[in-house]
């Protein structure tokens, strides 16, 4: 009651009208011994009118809830509340959701109500009953999960993904599960990992660790404090654990991979409300448009010529979305005010603990991309102690995805320097990029890489020695290609990068 009340506070303070006021109730309250009491008290001292959802549309109001914590989503929707748990199917791209036509299907295994289940299974009873009554109710649960799944309809297309990549994508939602993310979070940062990440939203754990609950409910018995992870959470962490594995078994073809999630029913009522013109926005590419220049698009237009077009051959990572680039170009002057010792480290923990770090819906990998290339971009330089932090935000990357970071990174160095403030006159430009690949570079002609050709106007007389300015800053830009600074050593993954710097008339 008294975090409704201060929410109404809060309500008053920024001047949202009475009138757009919600309370939304879910099954907990639903199911609650006194939930009738409960719900006219809120009304008495609120004003405050409480809906209470239907089973059906709980789980598809959080399965958009779901959707508005990623900008791409193909996979199973789970949400874990107290008092239930919802499954659907969901494909959202560009802010259009698409869910099971049945909506979702309703489970009465919320992590308090599966607690109170196991615990009245096992009360009295001595360890085989307890055992046997534990197997009978896991197969319970298994057949209804089987059921569901003919009942939901899923996609021939995402089944057949399913059975290619090695199982399904989760995203999950709910207290429960945003616990057990924290869990594993704990695990990355306290086993030597130091996974660099402490937002849950974004956070995606592969299958083995998701399944591994003996350590999970190892760590919540046993650790002292737990970020995140409250008291009450922790006595439901066997629960929950009993919930994972029932369900690593039941769902065909398995789990690849799963993705955790802030939002949920309260998110999902508000984001089906916003218009799909602007759902479909990139999250990181609305974060960042607050710190862009006047030129920023034309910085990522110089940024996509500088990347060589796809062939049969070769091609640019597609994990690298035009989104991150465009963000990169967006936020590339955000911390030029800084100076030479802070700028490259305020940067590079920007997207975890600095100026978009409350950004929502942001998978942690793009956030790892761009705080790498924006630390390259004030040159990279950075005191030990911060080391271990890039190594860590590079562990979330494959070596491909890294060493495009430090070129991309170095190219906005390089803008950054021919456009000081970050302005460009789209009639006079001062240097035009194009990549291409190539087959012949190098002394003796015969390495593969990338040409970059950055033509300049040719002038008679130039006072700001922008050609010699530049020919030393692409140094930089070359050194990325040279062998022993590829990701993993001489033998890791990099290419040749020769740069030609040529005078033309450009107007």
């Known amino acids: 009651m008294r975090t409704i009340l ?6 008053l303070e920024v001047g949202v009208p009475a009138s757009q006021i919600r309370v939304i109730a879910t099954e907990a309250t639903r199911k609650a011994i006194n939930s009738e009491e409960f719900v006219k008290a809120i009304q008495d001292r ?15 109001v959080g399965a958009w809830g779901i959707a508005s914590g990623y900008s791409d989503i193909e996979g199973l929707a789970i949400d874990l509340g107290g008092g239930s748990m919802q499954m659907t199917w969901i494909v959202s791209h560009g802010g259009n959701v698409h869910i099971s036509p049945k909506g979702s299907i309703s489970f009465p295994y919320g992590a308090a109500a599966l607690t109170q289940k196991l615990e009245a299974l096992t009360k009295g009873k001595d360890e085989d009953e307890a055992c046997k009554a534990k197997a009978q109710f896991r197969e319970e649960m298994t057949s209804q999960f089987r059921r569901a799944w003919e009942d939901l309809e899923i996609p021939e297309e995402l089944v057949n993904k399913a059975k290619k990549d090695g199982g399904f994508q989760l995203y999950l939602s709910g207290g429960g599960f945003r616990g057990w993310g924290y869990l ?15 937002i849950i939203n974004g956070y995606s754990a592969g299958k083995k660790d998701f399944e591994n609950t003996e350590a999970l ?13 409250s008291d009450r959470r922790r006595k439901q962490v066997p629960s929950v654990a009993f919930l994972v594995n029932v369900l690593a078994k039941a769902i065909p073809h398995g789990i690849k991979e799963a993705h955790f999630c802030q939002g949920g029913v309260r998110e999902g009522a508000l984001y089906r409300q916003i218009l799909p013109v602007i759902r479909q926005q990139d999250p990181l590419q609305v974060a960042t448009t607050g710190f862009a220049r006047r030129s920023a698009q034309a910085m990522t237009f110089m940024a996509f010529s500088s990347i060589p077009r796809p062939t049969k051959e070769r091609s640019f990572p597609h994990s690298i979305s035009p989104h991150v680039i465009q963000a990169f170009a967006n936020i590339l002057y955000a911390h030029s005010t800084m100076s ?14 600095g100026v978009l770090a409350e950004a929502h819906g942001i998978p942690h990998a793009d956030r790892a991309r761009l705080a790498l290339m924006l630390q390259e971009r004030y040159g990279g330089e950075l005191p030990p102690r911060e080391m271990d932090f890039k190594k860590s935000l590079r562990s979330l990357l494959t070596p491909e995805e890294i060493w495009w970071t430090r ?18 006159d789209p009639s006079r430009p001062r240097a035009l990029p194009k990549a291409l690949w190539a087959n012949d570079l190098g002394k003796k002609k015969n390495k593969e890489g990338i040409e970059l050709r950055v033509s300049l106007q040719k002038v008679g007389f130039d006072p700001t020695r922008l050609k010699q300015e530049l020919e030393a800053d692409l140094k930089k830009l070359r050194k990325v290609g040279k062998r022993k600074h590829w990701i993993g050593g ?10 030609v710097l040529l005078e033309e008339d450009l107007f």
């Open 6 to 11: 201060r929410f109404q506070i809060v309500c």
């Open 46 to 60: 609120t004003h405050v009118s409480v809906r209470m959802l239907p089973k059906d549309e709980e789980g598809v």
């Open 184 to 198: 594993l979070l704990y695990l990355h940062q306290v086993r030597g990992e130091y996974y660099p990440i402490s």
């Open 217 to 229: 409910k190892k760590v919540a018995k046993t650790a002292n404090d737990i970020f995140r992870v």
């Open 340 to 353: 030479k010792e802070t700028a490259a480290t305020a940067a590079l923990y920007s997207t975890s603990t």
């Open 407 to 424: 070129y991309l990174g170095k190219l906005g160095l390089i803008i950054s320097r021919v456009y000081p403030t970050g302005v460009i």
């Open 490 to 499: 001489r033998d890791g993954w990099g290419m040749k990068v020769e740069v």
